[in-house]
């Protein structure tokens, strides 16, 4: 088998218990593999009812410049970027005039989930579209750490965990590396997706990687298969 591996790139392959390959791969070289694979190669686990798949290090859907990014569900729901500062490395930096907005993508029984890294100290994830105004949800680092206004979450999960964090967003977003944060059984009273809008409260550091927004509410066991997709990649 050439470096090229089974996958057709080039990836550096895991060392062969067999090395006339006619052996099964250990449980390890198993892991290698998948994770290098989801790491090259391949789309999301979990497309039932998709909305939008924007990812920033997807060149399909993020090219490098411009202000469109391109929604890989096959939907046609192309966000538009303010002020994009991309890094090769496959994000988004996130500043206060850095802004992501689509409208027509949110409602009631939305599942919403963020790839992203940040250790800002307050910020807004969407507020009403992209006008602003009192609709937001939203982390804050004082009273109610994770604030829902015309919006309900029926619970937020970090990574893989089934933890229910809705109710302390702030304490558990703050992070030096990236993670998956998933709002599920969210009933937004406003349809337009519009990240980091409302003045004064826009994260002022950190990476986005990627979102996704579905028209149903996932498993924790799908949440789990999304977040072995992006650490895989190497991102969380």
Do not use: C
């Not at 190669?41 to 920033?56: C, R, S």
């Not at 910020?123 to 015309?150: E, H, I, P, T, V």
């Not at 590396?177 to 937004?188: E, K, L, R």
Request: glycine share 12%; net charge neutral; proline share 2%.
């Amino acid at each position: 088998m050439s470096d090229r591996g089974i996958y057709g790139f080039k990836a550096g392959r895991p060392s062969m218990t067999d090395q006339q390959n006619s052996g099964n791969f250990t449980n390890d070289e198993n892991i290698h593999l998948i994770t290098t694979n989801a790491k090259h190669t391949g789309g999301i686990p979990v497309t039932d009812n998709l909305t939008a798949e924007w990812d920033a290090g997807k060149a399909p859907s993020y090219g490098g410049s411009g202000t469109t990014w391109t929604d890989l569900s096959g939907n046609g729901n192309h966000a538009t970027l303010t002020n994009p500062s991309w890094n090769s490395g496959g994000y988004f930096v996130l500043s206060t005039n850095f802004r992501v907005s689509k409208t027509g993508v949110l409602g009631s029984n939305r599942t919403v989930i963020y790839v992203m890294q940040t250790t800002d100290t307050q910020a807004l994830f969407d507020s009403n579209g992209n006008g602003g105004g009192s609709d937001y949800l939203a982390a804050y680092r004082s009273g109610n750490k994770g604030y829902y206004s015309n919006v309900t979450a029926g619970a937020v999960y970090k990574n893989n965990s089934t933890s229910n964090i809705n109710s302390n967003l702030y304490d558990n977003i703050r992070t030096s590396g990236a993670i998956m944060i998933s709002f599920v059984n969210a009933d937004f009273n406003w349809s337009g997706f519009g990240f980091n809008y409302y003045s004064s409260y826009q994260f002022d550091s950190g990476k986005l990687y990627a979102v996704l927004i579905y028209n149903r509410n996932l498993s924790t066991s799908e949440i789990g298969q999304l977040y072995t997709y992006y650490n895989g990649r190497g991102i969380v």
